[in-house]
């Protein structure tokens, strides 16, 4: 995959009911990340052609951090149906900075604790389908590109959760036709970045 690496800014964003959106996220404002802004036009490039279903996200989080970034800014967006319908979409999105570029506000460094603990439940509480992730010019508060420079965006929808409720691991069956023996319902993909560049690892999938 030959994209500019490392990348200033990845941006992950996790479209869900509003009924699922974080307690902590839905009280930041817009302005949390009103810094940077997200264009997918022409010169940006569409990594993957086709959502990738059943993704673990846990690991992509967990290795951010020791890759260089730090988790600066989040917010809860709302957005009208692109094609005039009532519905509204949500979102929760979440921004890792290049550490030399991050410059998270006094009162983003007060909730981040609890916004990060948030997104852990979310990356590791369910699986995800990548709907798309773009490598993107970095847009500066002026509107216009900066050069040289690139962010990361991964888009997840269709949530499959691990655990009910009550925290349980959900189970399925193992051999669908059989029907015999239920098991912990296991990821078939693993978001990573791996060298500066997302991508897509199998799971090793259970023999039947």
């Known amino acids: ?90 979102a929760a999105c979440y921004f890792f900075y290049l550490r030399d570029f991050a410059t998270p506000s006094d009162e983003f460094k007060k909730k981040r604790y609890a916004l990060r603990q948030e997104l852990k439940g979310l990356s590791s509480d369910a699986l995800w389908t990548m709907r798309r992730a773009d490598d993107n010019p970095l847009y500066g508060p002026d509107g216009l590109p900066v050069d040289d420079e690139h962010t990361l965006e991964i888009n997840l929808n269709g949530r499959q959760p691990l655990v009910d409720s009550n925290g349980q691991l959900l189970l399925v069956w193992q051999d669908k036709f059989k029907k015999d023996t239920k098991v912990p319902l296991k990821a078939k993909n693993e978001l990573r970045l791996i060298g500066g560049d997302l991508q897509i690892v199998p799971c090793p999938q259970r023999g039947v």
Request: aromatic content about 8%.
């Open 1 to 90: 995959m030959n994209v500019q690496s490392p990348h200033r800014l990845v941006a992950i964003k996790f479209s869900m009911n509003a009924d699922l959106i974080p307690r902590e996220l839905g009280k930041l404002k817009q302005a949390e990340y009103s810094e940077v802004k997200f264009h997918h036009g022409p010169t940006g490039t569409k990594l993957y052609e086709e959502p990738v279903p059943s993704c673990s996200v846990a690991e992509l989080i967990e290795e951010l951090e020791p890759q260089g970034y730090e988790f600066a800014g989040a917010s809860y967006e709302r957005r009208p149906d692109p094609n005039g319908g009532r519905k509204i979409y949500h």
